[in-house]
């Protein structure tokens, strides 16, 4: 009688996630596959530390507030890390480096936050996360519990974004909780989700990718309580041409055929 197979890989992701035939599933935290971006500039008055938002699924966030006297409180960035739902964390370098000037740039205090990943936990679990993210900020803007929070946050500017698979997480955070009525308000008023690509080599402040610049009164330091849809969706206003599909190509006839003359016309 033949002894039985050993457990093979199956599916291979970059050699950081394996999954073997019999549903094992093997992580590397060597990301050296990546290509790790670095480039902050020196000299960013930031201080950041970890908080735990979910205790019982051991769930983390990383906190980013600028240094310095402020004239006002902060607006508030929740924002959630790429990697195909499947890899990556808060602290890579990418990731961290670019919330470190996010919150410089902006000026905000960002939230970077984990959720758990694929295959282990498979979809909706990630936006089930992500409802947590805003439940806890929700619960300390009653209980003000979180030092950083009830001295620098305003409320009233809560703004979601992400890049790649974070970039569909704040999709469905905004459309989840960004109106009634399971909207946020109060004490919490989710303004507009940032572009997909603000965190990797330069970062555009407030702007979507292809959309042109996020209009002032959305800005983070812009007055609360205005709802804006997505940009390409919001009609034509004075000044701006609408969005209009494609125009349908005409073919050519291939080279050395005779062009048929129309109805009406002689050859």
């Known amino acids: 009688m033949s002894s039985p197979r050993a457990p093979h890989v199956v599916e291979d992701c970059l050699g950081i996630v394996q999954l073997l035939s019999d549903g094992t599933v093997r992580r590397s935290t060597d990301y050296s596959v990546f290509p790790l971006l670095g480039g902050v500039p020196t000299g960013l008055h930031v201080q950041w530390k970890d908080v735990v ?9 990383r906190m980013y507030r600028p240094t310095g006297e402020q004239q006002q409180k902060l607006p508030v960035l929740v924002y959630f890390h790429g990697g195909g739902f499947c890899v990556a964390s808060f602290e890579l370098v990418n990731y961290h480096d670019g919330a470190l000037r996010l919150a410089a740039e902006l000026p ?9 990943l694929a295959p282990e936990h498979r979809l909706p679990a990630v936006f089930d996360d992500a409802d947590s993210v805003l439940a806890w900020l929700r619960a300390q803007a009653s209980a003000a519990a979180e030092p950083w929070l009830a001295e620098s946050a305003d409320f009233g500017r809560v703004f979601v974004g992400g890049d790649s698979a974070g970039g569909t997480i704040s999709h469905h955070v905004a459309a989840r909780h960004g109106a009634p009525p399971r909207g946020l308000r ?22 979507t990718p292809g959309h042109g610049a996020v209009p002032p009164d959305v800005a983070p330091g812009a007055a609360a309580g205005r709802h804006h849809g997505p940009p390409l969706r919001q009609p034509a206003r004075a000044g701006r041409r609408a969005v209009r599909p494609p125009r349908r190509r005409r073919r050519l006839p291939p080279a050395g055929t005779r062009r048929r003359p129309r109805p009406g016309r002689s050859a």
């Not at 965190?199 to 402040?205: S, T």
Request: some cysteine.
């Open 108 to 116: 905000a205090l960002v939230l970077s936050a984990d959720y758990r």
């Open 53 to 61: 938002y979910d205790a019982a699924r051991g769930l983390r966030l």
């Open 186 to 207: 109060p004490p919490l008023d989710l303004l507009r989700r940032l572009g997909p690509h603000a965190i990797g080599g330069r970062v555009p402040a407030c702007r």
